[in-house]
């Protein structure tokens, strides 16, 4: 079975607008945490936002907020007012037993174009 | 410098040559990383170095030989590879300590493309 489950291969958003990406996770842990990363057609893996299995508030970044449903084992990316910068491919991420597993467990990615 | 750099950014190579891939790290991370992304597929880890010590070796042909002097550099050593093995390979290093949040940070990558 998959860990990590990123449901959406491409969306096109018109910009401006807010974006959801999902991402779902399983894992029976207690301790892991939830990474998003950024990948603009260069190929550099840029870290947007982290969200830990204990934290009880939603992480935001700027424009990146994290909608993390515990119970429902989902992570959802959400980025408000798109910009045609924010084009690029988006990866969902876990580390599960964070204090001894080095391995990030990756999504298959959701390719976003944001229109003008 | 700052980062992760990684170099060559671009390799073709053919499948009885001898490459090597370098990563630098400047951020005073104590572990690194080497990843292949291939098309359509999850990112792979391969190797993880703590330390200097490699921790993990995701079941990785030998033709892959991982090497890592001091807690600043990684190389991938590569030969007689195969077509299959064309892809993205990224380097990345994080802090490893108590209540960090662990993320990894990536270098560019290097295209590797096997003939």
């Known amino acids: 079975a998959q860990k990590i489950t990123q449901t959406q291969p491409g969306m096109f958003v018109q910009e401006k607008e807010a974006v959801t990406l999902d991402c779902t996770y399983d894992?029976?842990?207690?301790?892991?945490?939830l990474f998003w990363y950024k990948q603009p057609s260069s190929g550099e893996m840029i870290f947007l936002i982290y969200?830990?299995?204990?934290d009880e508030q939603n992480a935001t970044e700027g424009r990146y907020s994290l909608n993390f449903q515990k119970a429902r084992k989902s992570a959802n990316l959400v980025i408000s007012a798109s910009q045609l910068g924010d084009s690029a491919m988006y990866f969902c991420?876990?580390?599960?037993?964070?204090?001894?597993?080095?391995?990030?467990?990756w999504g298959a990615g959701t390719k976003l174009i944001i229109k003008p | 410098e700052t980062g992760v750099t990684q170099t060559p950014r671009h390799l073709v190579m053919g499948m009885t040559n001898k490459k090597s891939l370098k990563c630098e790290q400047h951020?005073?991370?104590?572990?690194m990383y080497w990843y292949k992304q291939s098309a359509k597929k999850p990112l792979e880890l391969m190797f993880v170095?703590?330390?200097?010590?490699?921790?993990e070796n995701n079941s990785v042909p030998s033709r892959f030989s991982p090497e890592c002097p001091n807690s600043s550099h990684l190389f991938l050593h590569l030969h007689t590879l195969q077509p299959e093995d064309s892809a993205l390979y990224l380097c990345?290093?994080?802090?490893?300590?108590?209540?960090?949040?662990?993320?990894?940070?990536f270098g560019p990558g290097t295209r590797l493309t096997v003939t």
């Open positions: 894992t029976s842990d207690q301790s892991y945490g």
């Open positions: 991420a876990m580390r599960e037993n964070m204090d001894s597993n080095y391995q990030l467990i």
């Open positions: 951020l005073g991370h104590n572990a």
């Open positions: 990345a290093s994080s802090q490893e300590s108590t209540g960090a949040a662990y993320e990894q940070y």
């Open positions: 170095y703590n330390f200097k010590e490699q921790t």
């Open positions: 969200q830990g299995s204990y």
